[in-house]
């Protein structure tokens, strides 16, 4: 395969073709030392071990001067040369090569201080905040992508002499850098932050040298490059990371994107990351779980072709036949995985291997990675708890062997089975349908959510290879379980819809009129062509893009003033956007009365009563445990553990969380 080809960049060779994108980690030691932590070596260590060929560290500051820092490592003093040189030779052990990604800041993006001037926010020009001082997104409506509003604050334009001083400790930091025996360096003018401003007319109004035409806005970029070169060497690998376009208006067009290419090309640039999108268009930035595959290949094909030197590319790419075939087509010289390497650090080596059913899949949910960072927690990943704790909590063979009985063939019962039999206990998993998933499965039905496909496929793979016995058609009584004996108990029955006390709606269920989102999504129910979906969070609006993806005329009533408002920022903005697109209509604020054999009658934020024609009306306002065995069962067996939604109803995070920690403790 084209992926396990030795690669250049430079003078740096790689073992493969595969480079781990740079992520935020959060996993830097306290501020006042500005390094990276222990378990941050341990987490690079990991996708070394895994196969990767060269990782891209977390970005990396040369100073805390300018603005408001949450502890992002900086490479400031001779100190930080040690730490530096950990991380290089830890992955150097496996044949990895590592790039420092070093940021000159953020720009108009952290959440504003309102204790500092400012809010401790900088940027090329006066510039609105992204977010408001309480740390509030932009409020998103149908079809439309965020405005900055009132309420957020001005950031401070840059002095010459603070530019001039950022590119003196860009070179200081460089030279430190290079001492580490670091391999590269990328320079981090991506996604809007604050290079990325100021390269961008739309956010530099500057009328002094770095300001203006094209060339003027370069200029900072430019030299960050030229100072580098000056620190670390003539022949020293240096990568340049950008969005080739934002996809926003008044943002970078393409055009401008390949021109960028080649003044980068021509001022000695090696190699270029391309990307694409900002924080107003982060769906392309971040792309979820129903952005296509592969979004940004085109991008990068157009960018090898404008230029000499080798590109990266991510996005979407954790697709072991996408990835080659994108090598093969020369849409790009090297595979960068973010994402899915948080999933499966053992990755490029499950491919090479040709164990394909063995990796576990990102499902760009956002929910471990991004959700967690926003609230300053350490990187983890929804399908990978030990990501970020790859020495806590890995897994290890149990001290005593036990007879373990999962109730419940749902994600969290599955997960549960499976650490539980990898630790060596012998595993008995009783399911009370004809089919292991659980609520997974109808979360996987639609086209635009087969990643979660690929996570069913992986756990159900993973329970049959490790001879866990799997009886079907089960119901786990309290007497059986009593007879079964087992030694620990967990119970995963999961959760069931929620039925909203609304006027009419038992006599729409009896007619079936009135169904629940999981029985349309698995066909146990007729739709008409008019529908109204009562509950605008996740469920809710994908089923209505599902049922609009099918022709089917879809309204979304919610109660709240948005919908999707339990989800990760970009995951939000491109159900939106894709609803927009499928001519979904959304009413927010819409209170539903009453069902009646026309529709539904609901009151606006006005308090007006209103009325929708409907054929079928699918219910999506929340679900409930299925709890009833817990109560039964919990004073029956010693070690007993309620996981995933039958504890309390969530995400999915939440049960293969728990199916994992707990299982790991037994």
């Known amino acids: 395969m084209k992926l396990f080809e030795k690669g250049k960049i430079g003078t740096l060779t790689m073992k493969n073709r ?56 900086v490479v400031n003093s001779e100190r930080c040369v040690s730490w530096l040189n950990d991380l290089a030779e830890a992955v150097h052990d496996y044949g990895a090569k590592i790039c420092v990604q070093l940021s000159p800041g953020l720009g108009r993006i952290p959440v504003p201080k309102p204790n500092l001037p400012h809010g401790g926010l900088v940027g090329p020009s006066p ?57 590269a360096i990328e320079i981090h003018g991506h996604q809007g932050y604050l290079l990325d401003q100021f390269m961008t007319a739309l956010w530099n109004k500057r009328a002094d040298r770095y300001g203006g035409d094209l060339e003027g806005r370069m200029r900072l970029p430019l030299e960050l490059v030229t100072a580098i070169r000056r620190a670390a060497g003539p022949d020293y690998p240096i990568l340049y990371k950008y969005p080739l376009t934002h996809y926003l208006e008044g943002g970078r067009e393409i055009e401008e994107g390949l021109e960028i290419a080649r003044m980068l090309e021509a001022t000695g640039v090696n190699g270029l990351t391309i990307n694409a999108g900002c924080y107003e268009t982060y769906n392309m930035a971040q792309p979820p779980t129903t952005a296509p595959r592969g979004i940004t ?45 948080l999933a499966d650090p053992e990755w490029p080596n499950k491919v090479k291997q040709g164990r394909l059913e063995d990796i576990r899949p990102c499902v760009g949910c956002h929910e471990g990675c991004i959700g967690r960072v926003r609230k300053y927690q350490h990187i983890s990943c929804t399908v990978n708890p030990a990501t970020g704790l790859e020495r806590e909590l890995g897994l290890a063979p149990a001290e005593k062997k036990k007879s373990v009985l999962v109730v419940g063939g ?31 499965i109808p979360a996987a039905v639609p086209d635009f959510k087969d990643d979660y496909k690929l996570l069913l496929n992986y756990l159900t793979a993973q329970v049959r290879k ?52 999981v029985e349309v999504l698995l066909g146990k129910g007729e739709v008409g062509e008019r529908v109204v979906v009562i509950g605008g969070g996740l469920i809710g609006c994908e089923t209505a893009l599902y049922l609009a993806e099918k022709g089917k005329k879809v309204t979304v009533l919610e109660i709240l003033d948005t919908v999707a408002n339990d989800m990760v920022w970009g995951n939000a903005l491109e159900l939106i956007k894709l609803l927009d697109d499928n001519a979904v209509t959304i009413l927010t604020s819409s209170n539903t009365r009453r069902i009646t054999e026309a529709g539904v009658y609901f009151t606006d934020e006005d308090g007006e009563e209103k009325m929708l024609e409907a054929d079928t009306i699918v219910i999506a306002v929340g679900m409930k445990c299925n709890s009833e065995m817990i109560r039964d069962i919990n004073d029956k067996v010693c070690e007993v553990y309620a996981i995933g939604d039958c504890a309390e109803p969530r995400k999915l995070l939440s049960a293969i969380w728990e199916g994992y920690r707990k299982g790991r403790l037994v």
């Open 297 to 341: 290949l085109e991008l990068a094909k157009m960018t090898k072709e404008a230029i000499n030197i080798p590109v990266i590319t991510s996005g979407k790419l954790g697709y072991p036949d996408l990835a080659e075939e994108a090598l093969q087509d020369g849409k790009a010289d090297f595979i960068g995985l973010a994402r899915p390497l």
């Open 127 to 183: 510039l609105p905040s992204f977010r408001d001082p309480e740390g509030e997104m932009p409020r998103l409506g149908p079809g439309q992508y965020p405005v900055v509003g009132e309420r957020h604050v001005t950031t401070r334009e840059l002095t010459i002499q603070e530019i001039e001083e950022l590119v003196s400790d860009f070179e200081f930091s460089a030279k430190i850098i290079a001492l580490a025996d670091i391999d």
């Open 410 to 440: 749902g994600p969290a019962g599955m997960e549960a089975a499976r650490v539980s039999a990898l630790r060596g206990h012998r595993v008995t998993l009783w399911e009370k349908g004809k089919t292991l998933g659980g609520n997974l």
């Open 466 to 517: 490790l001879t866990v016995t799997v009886e079907f058609e089960k119901e786990a009584t309290p007497s059986a379980i009593q007879e079964f004996k087992p030694e620990v108990l967990f119970i995963a029955t999961g959760a069931s819809h929620i039925i909203p006390e609304i006027e009419g709606i038992e006599d729409a269920r009896e007619k079936r009129k009135a169904i629940t989102a």
């Open 18 to 73: 595969i480079v781990m994108d740079a992520i935020n980690i959060q996993l830097a030691t306290p501020v006042e030392e500005a390094g990276l932590s222990q378990r941050g070596i341990e987490f690079y260590v990991a996708r070394a071990e895994g196969g990767v060929g060269l990782i891209k560290t977390t970005f990396m500051r040369p100073n805390r001067k300018l603005e408001f820092s949450i502890g992002e490592p």
